[in-house]
């Protein structure tokens, strides 16, 4: 498996944002066991399960104060960064894919303004795969 953002030991500085817990898809992947969350068939992929939402389309696991799960979390919320995404898909597609959280996407290009070097050339490392 590729090196992600949790084996490089970056942090995400989500600082109380919680984006990514709303309206978005949560997949669990084949080597977790699914099991251990309350999940739904995921909305692209129907032979895939993704974290249950609430009527709101929130996860069903985001609470007041942020995750409930932080340390079980499936491995696409622990190794999720908005920065990533934004290196990886253009304006153009994330504007125009159902696909894609727009306003994640710009968040992580404000958030990409305020990386520092090293980091920054980490994580194009990373999103060139
Ligand atoms: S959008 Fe970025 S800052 Fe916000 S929760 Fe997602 S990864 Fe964290
Ligand atoms: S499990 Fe936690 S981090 Fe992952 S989407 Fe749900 S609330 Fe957010």
Not at 24 to 50: C, G
Not at 65 to 70: A, D, S, V
């Amino acid at each position: 498996m590729m090196k992600s953002i949790k084996d490089r030991k970056i942090v995400t500085p989500c600082n109380g944002c919680t984006l990514c817990c709303k309206n978005d898809a949560v997949r669990i992947y084949d080597f977790e066991d699914a099991s251990q969350w309350k999940t739904e068939p995921h909305f692209l992929y129907p032979n895939e399960r993704m974290l249950a939402h609430k009527s709101n389309h929130d996860c069903y696991y985001l609470g007041e104060n942020g995750c409930t799960i932080q340390e079980t979390k499936p491995y696409m919320c622990k190794t999720g960064d908005c920065r990533l995404l934004t290196l990886k898909v253009s304006f153009d597609e994330a504007k125009e894919s159902k696909r894609i959280n727009f306003y994640v996407w710009k968040k992580g290009q404000q958030l990409l303004k305020k990386t520092d070097k090293k980091t920054l050339k980490q994580l194009k490392k990373i999103a060139k795969g």
